[in-house]
């Protein structure tokens, strides 16, 4: 009992203060509460009933709270709340309407926010297609409709079809017109359809070759000012005098268009100018062209302009112009990516698959299109200007040789060479040929089967079979898919008189090319002395059939004729 210990008398009692509680929980008091009464008066029969208890109780029971004096209330705003007496004045009620609530409720009202408990909405109205606003809107269809099926038989070649389809949009489109009139909403006219129907309609007519009709249908869109641009429209004009190789007054109209178009367009403006400097080189006034030519090279240089500017050179013969165009031509940057970047990494496979989706596609095929036609005039370029730029044709050739190895397209070099021995060919000084095709035994595998090919080609001419021979392994060695060395070679073997193995090599060369006529002819002669004469006489008719008026077929399809044995 020592260790218990008891509570004296004057210690505060453990149990006590719990019958104690704020005084403003007290129900027996609220009739005597001033500010109770007059919080009933105002709002009491305005709320809505109590719809639930404290839960787990049948009743309302007080909260329990420490006990004092009574407090006032106050919110978590640091103000009074509804109902609280603060300095003996009751805190009024405040209004709720104006932030859209409402203390009146609806008994058994759902939550509904959707409004989904009114039912279905009512169905559209149907559109009235009597009116005659909506009677325009539909004719507007159909004029778009024919515009679109005329572009569509345009495009699929079928011209007088869509010559057809865009007079019908025009009738459409008129009378659409006077619709508009007669409904007092002439404002309103679709100006952009109607310069749809018309540019369509004048396209066809040009593209129909009815350039008398077109002109007409141009003019009446040039002439109208409420269609902005119009004057773009000269252009078409122009081309079309120029169908008509009236060339005054395509350069007229060209320069009109011309005037017409800002700087801002600068890419139409070398285009027409371009057009102009091709007109004055068929009116034969080269000086003229000269300027538009210069001027395109230098804003925007381009190749075909270059190519251009060297023939009107040429044609007035200045040799130091000429030089300098051909440079101009081969410093033209052609805007595409490098080979390389077709070559594909090992490390990487999905790069890989990447650049093997890309090796070939539209992109790819325009960039070696662009490339080819830009090889196409350099070569035609320096084979012109060659022997006009010097005192000789071979040191010209070696002018432009020497030009083209420190430009970007290197690889014209070796082809500029050969062509060089071709030209010693045709001037039949078969020496310098020779000598300089000999020349390239030591070059890259493209060149070599080349050079080596053409002079196999003078040994037999010559009559030398063993040099012919040795120059013919050494084009197919360089390129096995050569057609005109695998001839060669045959050719060789032909002379020597293994007819079997030069029709294998005849053969050969038209698995890799079909449309080699040589290896076709030199494989039906060798037939016929193999005395294969269905098989000799099936060759040259397959080339009758390619070069219909060929002496030397027909020939030897009269002497197969008699040879055949005559069926029972």
């Not at 109770?36 to 029969?45: C, D, L």
């Not at 320096?382 to 970007?408: N, Q, R, Y």
């Not at 060759?539 to 390619?546: D, P, Y």
């Amino acid at each position: 009992m020592e260790h218990v210990h008891l509570a004296a008398e004057d210690e505060d009692d453990l149990y006590s203060g719990y019958n104690d509680y704020n005084p403003t929980f007290d129900t027996e008091d609220l009739e005597n509460d001033v500010g109770f009464q007059q919080a009933v008066k105002t709002s009491h029969g305005r709320r809505p009933p109590m719809t639930a208890k404290i839960p787990g109780t049948a009743v309302a029971r007080p909260m329990g709270t420490a006990f004092g004096a009574r407090m006032a209330l106050v919110s978590s705003l640091g103000r009074p709340m509804t109902g609280a007496v603060q300095d003996g004045v009751a805190r009024p009620m405040t209004a709720v309407l104006a932030a859209g609530y409402s203390s009146a409720v609806i008994r058994g009202s759902a939550f509904d926010p959707l409004g989904q408990s009114k039912g279905p909405a009512p169905p559209l109205e149907a559109k009235n297609e009597d009116t005659p606003e909506e009677k325009i809107k539909q004719l507007e269809k159909k004029v778009n409709q024919l515009i679109e099926d005329s572009c569509m038989a345009h495009s699929h070649g079928d011209l007088q079809l869509s010559l057809e389809k865009a007079k019908e949009a025009g009738r459409k489109e008129r009378f659409l017109v006077r619709q508009r009139e007669q409904t007092a909403s002439a404002d309103h006219i679709n100006l952009d359809l109607t310069y749809s129907v018309l540019f369509n309609l004048a396209n066809q007519y040009a593209d129909n070759e009815m350039f008398a009709e077109a002109l007409n249908t141009y003019q009446v869109i040039v002439k109208n000012k409420m269609f902005s641009n119009a004057g773009r429209l000269k252009v078409n004009m122009a081309n079309i005098y120029f169908k008509q190789r009236n060339f005054p007054k395509a350069i007229k109209f060209y320069r009109m268009a011309l005037d017409q178009i800002s700087n801002a367009h600068r890419d139409m403006r070398i285009k027409i100018m371009q057009n102009i400097g091709v007109v004055f080189v068929k009116m034969g006034q080269y000086s003229d062209a000269i300027t538009s030519f210069e001027h395109i090279m230098s804003e925007s240089p381009n190749i075909k302009t270059g190519f251009n500017l060297i023939l009107c050179y040429f044609a007035i013969g200045d040799r130091d112009k000429m030089k300098k165009a051909f440079q101009k031509l081969i410093c033209v940057p052609l805007g595409i990516d490098e080979d390389d970047k077709y070559i594909p990494p090992n490390d990487d496979p999905q790069t890989n698959l990447v650049i093997e989706a890309i090796k070939n596609d539209q992109l790819r095929q325009m960039e070696r299109e662009r490339k080819a036609l830009a090889e196409k005039y350099i070569m035609t370029s320096a084979k012109l200007i060659a022997p006009a730029i010097e005192t000789s044709f071979a040191a010209g050739f070696d002018w432009c040789v020497e030009m083209v190895k420190t430009s970007m397209y290197v690889e014209l070099a070796n082809d500029l060479e050969i062509n060089k021995a071709i030209t010693y060919l045709r001037q039949k000084d078969f020496n310098q040929a020779v000598e300089t095709l000999k020349m390239f035994e030591k070059k890259d595998s493209r060149v070599k089967s080349a050079a080596a090919t053409n002079l196999s080609f003078l040994y037999f001419l010559e009559k030398e079979y063993g040099q012919a021979d040795r120059y013919a392994d050494l084009a197919m060695n360089a390129d096995r898919y050569n057609p005109a060395a695998l001839i060669n070679k045959g050719n060789s073997v032909f002379v020597n008189g293994d007819y079997e193995k030069a029709g294998e090599f005849y053969k050969e060369a038209l698995r890799n090319d079909s449309s080699c006529t040589e290896a076709l002819y030199n494989l039906g002669l060798t037939y016929k002395k193999l005395k294969r004469l269905e098989e000799a006489l099936d060759c040259f008719l397959k080339l009758h059939a390619i070069l219909r008026n060929s002496a030397q077929v027909m020939f030897q399809l009269t002497s197969l004729y008699p040879l055949q044995k005559p069926s029972p």
